[in-house]
């Protein structure tokens, strides 16, 4: 276990909704609430954790994106996430502005 959370946290990058957006095509991106570790997130995922994932879903803390997400970002297409790829889902969680 430990192996793969060094390993999310090399490959943890930040990107704007600009280079994020054509994964929209593949329907891969998973949005991962701020409460969330995004590190624990892509763990639970990989490891096919389902009663977590299911728990964090039916929280509403794990999930798509909604249409007025993604209608906001794209007015805003710098907006900064922080993202790891699960294949085949691209989990992202968005960067507060400093």
Not at 50 to 73: H, M, T, Y
Not at 87 to 92: A, N, R
């Amino acid at each position: 276990m430990s192996g793969m959370i060094e390993s999310f946290k090399r490959d943890l990058a930040e990107v704007s909704w600009r280079e994020l957006k054509i994964h929209l095509q593949r329907d891969a991106i998973i949005i991962v609430a701020d409460p969330i570790d995004l590190i624990a997130a892509a763990v639970a995922v990989a490891d096919d954790d389902k009663d977590q994932v299911a728990a964090w879903i039916a929280a509403g803390q794990l999930g798509k994106p909604s249409e007025k997400q993604l209608e906001s970002w794209e007015q805003e297409m710098e907006k900064r996430f922080q993202m790891l790829i699960v294949q085949p889902y691209i989990l992202v969680q968005g960067v507060m502005d400093a």
